[in-house]
């Protein structure tokens, strides 16, 4: 087994904040690149750089290819992959299916062969064809613009807070994993200290979210454990709580109460979720006025300035 344990990054134009440490940023494109000296296959390179949150990178122009000869003369004679593949009509393309706007192949190149990757040569940077099985290095990129938020969390550029919703899982492989509130807020929680069940604080951050949990036909699963349906149990819990003792609406995160979507209170502690499903009835707050009842989604919060 191959273990992919050096990154080497050099400089490609302006450093830029916003790249991660090790990437460097080549303002033409507004794109952060890293170049992976150690050798993998090409399915190797894809997994690495997509766990980067970025692909094996694009060379859509001659400024972009001479960046990263710049970037590669360190490494003299060593092929690097990237995002250009033979596709089986053999038509070379980019990884991601569109046509190429720039090459740079070599003489000879690309050999009409079972070579169906291609790679970037230092020290001219020229192309060739590459068994997709073969150990090279290879070049990651990804957007350079800004994303405050953790991995799998969702930034709203609307809001400006990061939300993660925790959808529907199934630990035994049929029926979905529930929460009720109380559990749901200490989730949160443990994904960081300041990450809250979500408040909601207007009609536009509440849109924010019922996009953000919209599901289809939910009415019809089969996966609701025997107790629920598939409606009830696809709500989503937020941090909204009626408290029959103190009289008032809260939120779990501290927040003020001063956004009031239409909900019910039960003459006891109330609890709030959200559910955006046509077969459901379309969007709807749900009122919940049982602490074990239970949901199979909720809805956690933080502003990025805390992380």
Not at 73 to 84: A, F
Not at 87 to 93: D, P
Not at 295 to 303: E, F, L, T, V
Request: net charge negative; with cysteine; glycine share 6%.
């Amino acid at each position: 087994m191959l273990f992919l344990t050096a990154t080497y990054a050099v400089l490609l134009g302006l450093v830029a904040a916003d790249c991660p440490p090790y990437w460097s940023f080549l303002a033409q494109d507004n794109l952060c690149y890293s170049v992976v000296s150690t050798a993998g296959s090409y399915g190797q390179a894809v997994r690495t750089c997509e766990a980067s949150d970025g692909d094996v990178v694009k060379i859509s122009d001659a400024f972009t290819n001479q960046a990263i000869l710049q970037a590669t003369k360190s490494l003299p004679d060593t092929p690097l992959y990237i995002g250009v593949e033979r596709q089986s009509n053999g038509q070379w393309t980019y990884s991601d299916g569109s046509a190429l706007t720039y090459s740079n192949w070599d003489a000879g190149e690309p050999r009409n062969s079972s070579n169906n990757c291609a790679v970037i040569v230092p020290p001219n940077a020229k192309w060739a064809s590459a068994d997709c099985n073969a150990y090279n290095g290879f070049v990651c990129s990804k957007s350079s613009d800004p994303n405050p938020c953790p991995k799998q969390w969702f930034y709203s550029t609307v809001t400006g807070f990061c939300y993660y919703l925790k959808d529907y899982t199934m630990s035994d492989g049929k029926t979905w994993d529930m929460a009720d509130p109380t559990e749901a807020e200490v989730r949160c929680r443990m994904m960081h200290t300041k990450a809250h069940l979500a408040s909601v604080h207007d009609a536009i951050e509440q849109q924010v979210l019922f996009d953000l949990i919209k599901t289809s036909n939910m009415l019809n699963a089969t996966n609701a454990p025997s107790f629920t349906n598939g409606c009830t149990a696809s709500y989503a819990w937020t941090g909204l709580i009626w408290k029959q003792s103190a009289g008032n609406f809260s939120w779990t995160d501290g927040t003020p109460y001063d956004f009031a979507p239409s909900i019910y209170k039960f003459s006891q502690d109330t609890y709030y979720a959200m559910i955006n499903d046509a077969s459901c009835n379309g969007k709807w707050w749900g009122s919940f006025g049982i602490v074990t009842n239970s949901g199979a989604r909720y809805i956690c919060k933080i502003d990025p300035k805390n992380l």
